[in-house]
């Protein structure tokens, strides 16, 4: 009964997905998508809660009990220099937003080498910004969101300056030149970014009118106690006087707002975990099962669990210490491998270091930028999509839950060539004729690093050596050229992650039985001959091509070609593997943050084979992966992503039956 039900779900998927392209042409048109970053793990400056600006604000000033004061209705001078230093159409519009800085990489979602990466994201709407009604002090603002928007305000903090010739970007042509240079020189009270601008042509709100405002009342506030003769004229006074009475509202909001926001800050401060280390984790729920009459499976209900502490000690640099455990097998291959298993439809829940749910320390790993470069050291279950870019948007999230489902779809086999501890750099090299800016990305990861016995260690054992080029060809097209050399023992897959703690018992993660290692396809019923000795180390040089084009922000594709040299250490044995595979994806389909996937390509399979100089006839039918998935938002934090792998000719034999993957699966991020 539950083979029928899963037959029917089989390609719901599918139809789904066709339904919505259908009907995405009658959806409203929305905020223009995300775009992508095609290298997500980066050096992520963690939030620091710095000082807000208006943290004290005092009772709002008056004028009124000056003796020999009385308001009079014309706009003085001040008035006019006041509100002469934003433009009409400035004031109560749309939030603050910077304009836009970042380079065609950044645009295209490749990181740059010069400041962190992100992702992306459009400016969210500014709490600060919507009019509050009076009486309404904090209204429905989220108290997190504001601690958030004034920590990433922190870094652009204004400083005082005494000289309006200070502001770069102010000119003597300006039309609120002589507004800005009266209230510089004359009051004090303005205040320009680090880097010596004013940025006076970008949008503010009218709370940002009354910060700005009550800055200059508390300087006007000492200079009247200070007694300073003929310093403020009565037309000043009836000018503060109005301006008091038309952003009273805004000043009381803000002042009430900005007191809650000290004392939630307090408390998060007095209870948090840590001053330097954040919490990201990621659990998945996942329903499979495999439809082929190849063996009698069984419909399971898995999970995995991923815990990543993320330390930073200067606000620039990320220690990950990452937990994990899981209880997923992948359908086709078995532990030790048999002569007709693959690797081939593995899933990226799949990747867990062991089956029991036993909690492993499966990534250690320091991120720091070092002058123009960035750096990576991996203590333990590092891999080289960490620091090389794969661009392989909307498919790659770093084996976790919201992407694609199959560890194939998600990043080329190159990336699965060795892992361990080690170290990787990436750093720009300027920019390539036609091709653009150009970064250069090297590394070097051992197996076995921590292993002081024969044939392992960080220089003795199984490792892999990397350097990656990659070209921002315009803000929309990626490239990269990727070169990987790799060593490995007797019995060690090729494509598995150097034996990392990601995968449970080392297991390669992609690619066939043969693809992985010759030497393993042997036996009854093997479709490889023996031609290598069971001691023999291989050694692999590999070569590919990546490259990803955004065509809109609602369509993307991606893709990869490999080959894999390989070569026995104690014979003349060849052989050579190829593998390759292409990507669309529709971004915010239905929905903002909603993905539709489909990915068609070969797994690593064994090509071709030589002995002693002679060709050896192999049976090498092509095994394609047919992958298509459709994540579905439930809430900023849950997802659920049906979708289907097939798997034709398994293990590069057309006497295997097609193996049919359903998956549903739940991802809880938080």
Not at 204 to 210: D, G, I, L, V
Not at 279 to 289: N, P, R
Not at 381 to 410: C, E, K, M, R, W
Not at 583 to 601: C, H, Q, S, W, Y
Request: glycine residues 10%; contains cysteine.
């Amino acid at each position: 009964m539950a083979k029928f039900i899963w037959r029917s779900l089989v390609f719901s998927p599918a139809v789904l997905g066709a339904a919505l392209v259908v009907s995405s042409a009658a959806i409203a048109a929305q905020t223009p998508a995300a775009k992508e970053v095609i290298q997500p793990q980066t050096v992520e400056a963690l939030p620091e809660l710095q000082p807000v600006a208006l943290a004290t604000a005092p009772e709002t000033p008056t004028v009124s009990s000056i003796p020999g004061f009385s308001p009079t209705a014309e706009k003085s001078e001040l008035e006019q220099k006041v509100v002469a230093t934003e433009a009409p159409e400035q004031l109560a519009v749309a939030p603050s937003q910077e304009p836009a800085t970042a380079d065609s990489a950044q645009a295209l979602g490749v990181e740059t080498i010069e400041g962190t990466s992100v992702p992306v994201m459009p400016a969210a709407d500014s709490k600060l910004a919507q009019t509050a009604p009076a009486g309404n002090t904090v209204g429905n603002n989220s108290v997190l969101e504001q601690i958030n928007r004034y920590s990433q305000e922190g870094n652009n903090s204004q400083s005082q300056v005494t000289n309006v010739s200070q502001l770069s970007d102010v000119e003597p042509t300006d039309w609120a030149y002589e507004a800005l240079r009266s209230l510089v020189e004359r009051y004090g009270c303005i205040a320009g970014y680090p880097d010596g601008t004013y940025r006076g042509n970008r949008a503010m709100s009218r709370y940002e009118f009354a910060a700005g405002l009550n800055a200059c009342l508390l300087q006007i506030e000492k200079l009247i106690a200070a007694s300073t003769a003929d310093f403020v004229t009565k037309e000043d006074l009836a000018t503060l006087q109005r301006l008091i009475d038309e952003f009273g509202a805004e000043l009381a909001t803000l002042r009430t707002r900005v007191d809650n926001l000290e004392g939630r800050v307090t408390f998060l401060e007095n209870h948090q975990f840590s001053t330097t280390t954040k919490l990201v984790g990621e659990a998945i729920f996942a329903i499979t099962d495999e439809f082929s009459d190849r063996e009698d499976t069984n419909t399971i209900f898995g999970d995995r669990v991923r815990l990543d502490f993320q330390t930073s000690f200067t606000g620039r640099d990320v220690l990950h210490t990452r937990l994990a455990a899981g209880n997923t097998t992948p359908f086709l291959s078995k532990l030790p491998p048999q002569p007709n298993d693959s690797f081939e439809g593995n899933q990226t829940f799949d990747l867990n270091p062991g089956n029991n749910n036993d909690i492993f320390l499966d990534w250690l790993a320091y991120e720091f930028p070092f002058g123009a470069s960035k750096v990576y050291i991996a203590a333990a279950g590092g891999i080289h999509a960490d620091y090389a870019p794969v661009l392989n948007p909307y498919f790659y999230d770093g084996d976790g839950g919201t992407a694609a489902l199959s560890t194939f779809a998600q990043q080329s086999p190159i990336y699965r060539i060795g892992g361990g501890a080690g170290i990787g750099i990436r750093l720009g090299v300027g920019t390539a004729p036609i091709l653009g800016p150009t970064s250069l990305s090297l590394g070097y990861l051992a197996d076995n690093g921590n292993n002081p016995a024969d044939k392992v260690g960080l220089f003795g054992g199984d490792y892999s050596a990397l350097a990656q080029l990659n070209f921002t060809v315009s803000d929309r097209l990626g490239l990269a050229a990727t070169y990987v050399h790799g060593y490995h023992n007797a019995g060690d897959g090729i494509f598995d992650l150097g034996g990392s703690p990601r995968s449970a018992e080392a297991r390669a993660v992609t690619g066939t039985l043969g693809a992985n290692d010759p030497t393993l396809a042997t036996g009854t019923g093997a479709r490889f001959p023996l031609v290598l000795a069971r001691d023999t180390a291989l050694i692999t040089n590999s070569y590919g091509l990546e490259a990803a084009l955004r065509l809109s922000d609602r369509f993307s594709l991606s893709g990869f070609v490999g080959k894999t040299d390989i070569s026995a250490v104690e014979n003349s044995t060849r052989g050579e593997v190829w593998y390759y595979g292409l990507g669309v994806a529709f971004p915010d389909l239905g929905k903002r943050g909603n993905i539709l996937g489909i990915f068609a390509g070969v797994e690593p399979y064994l090509a071709g084979l030589e002995v002693q100089g002679s060709p050896v006839g192999i049976k090498n039918d092509l095994s394609y992966h047919l992958e298509g998935f459709y994540k579905y938002q439930l809430t900023d934090n849950i997802s659920v992503t049906p979708g289907i792998i097939w798997i034709t000719a398994p293990n590069q034999n057309n006497d295997n039956e097609d193996a049919v993957i359903g998956t549903l699966r739940t991802t809880f991020s938080f």
